[in-house]
């Protein structure tokens, strides 16, 4: 049995439809916006993105994504205060071309993170997450440089466990916790220098999509283009696609790093 994008829409349109959404398909993007009529809120689901995830998981990628709608549309348009859950909030990383601002127009609290990334802020609601704006931050009296620490703090309480893999003689360390966070792992500086005194190679972070945390342990060539193919195929699995660049990790710092072919990188300390 084969899935296509068409195929995938109207199973998607059949599971996600009720009497309380309106579902829009955008043709030029592929993608399919279940809004809540009440609210006006919304989640914009990319077809294609669930049809590489049913080639590898079959009905199971569209139990998943028809679940994570579901839960999002149900706490959307709800009032958070931040006296009962301060202790549920955390950094979520996102791509630089995701939005700035909420459906409402308020602006989002983010900070520029890399030249790939930001780092944007949420309030953890157990099954799902509100992205936190400036106008929750007037109504709960709280200012951003406290988010940031509550932010930073909870990261760093996060399970690190991963799984490993050896490929030609690169080792491949893999956060897949799926609890929402995983690339936010990237944000816990103290995770990160521990990782860096067993790694014997070069250091290489990656976050793909939001549900996956890479590090590579590079030792010869082949490596980065064992790195760039593995980035490549979750950030065009993922549902929420971050970015396929790798970056190398070196005294506490990222640099995004290019892998142009074989046996060929560059990264931005080349200068030409």
Partial sequence: MKMNTTK??????????AEDRTIKFDREQDTLRIENNATGKGITVS??????????LKDKAID???????EALSVMGKEHTLASENSHIYPVIRSTSFPTESDDGIKLLYDD???????????????SYR???????ERNNVSEPAIREMAKFNVRSLETSM??????GNTFYFVNSNDGYDASRILNDVFLRQMSEKISGTMTVSVPHQDVLIIGDIQNETGYDILAQMTMSFFTNGYVPITALSFLYQDGELEPIFILGKNKRNSDDQKS
């Fill in 163 to 168: 799984k490993k893999d050896i490929v030609a």
């Fill in 8 to 17: 995938m829409r109207k199973s998607l349109e059949e599971r996600l439809n």
């Fill in 131 to 137: 992205l936190i704006d400036h106008k929750w931050l």
């Fill in 64 to 70: 998943d994504i028809v679940y994570y709608v579901n």
């Fill in 47 to 56: 077809i294609p993105s669930v049809v590489n995830k049913w080639n590898e």
């Fill in 113 to 127: 993170h890399t030249a790939e990334t930001r780092v944007y802020y949420a309030l953890d609601l157990g099954k």
